[in-house]
Nanobody
Framework: QVHLVESGGGHVQPGGSLTLSCVAPLDFYAMAWFRQAPGKEREGVSCVSSTDLSTLYADSVKDRFTIYRDKLKNTVYLQMNSLKPEDTAVYYC???????????????WGQGIQVTVSS
């Protein structure tokens, strides 16, 4: 079984920053972050490839979030700056073979980690 382990969530005030981490047991081509806010469907946030480090971002997080990965550690990070209350959600790490932000492209998922943005 493949286990993705997320860390780094928590509570932060609006305008603050957090960095999420996800450790995978293998070097998957595509690593991504999704999130699910209360009462909403899960949505793609960002993804990164393992070859040329290409990235994709949802419009809602562009210029605020940065995804990057450490191939030696099989770890992907999501640096989140200028956080807003609407960023509050459970964030999920995912691993797959296609670099897109659709849930069905990802075979393996972490258990999720809470991020809460409020004053």
């Amino acid at each position: 079984q493949v286990h993705l382990v997320e860390s780094g969530g928590g509570h932060v005030q609006p305008g603050g920053s957090l960095t999420l981490s996800c450790v995978a047991p293998l070097d998957f081509y595509a690593m991504a972050w999704f999130r699910q806010a209360p009462g909403k469907e899960r949505e793609g946030v960002s993804c990164v490839s393992s070859t040329d480090l290409s990235t994709l971002y949802a419009d809602s997080v562009k210029d605020r979030f940065t995804i990057y990965r450490d191939k030696l550690k099989n770890t992907v990070y999501l640096q989140m700056n200028s956080l807003k209350p609407e960023d509050t959600a459970v964030y999920y790490c995912a691993a797959g073979r296609i670099l897109r932000l659709f849930e069905y492209d990802y075979e393996y998922w972490g258990q999720g980690i809470q991020v809460t943005v409020s004053s």
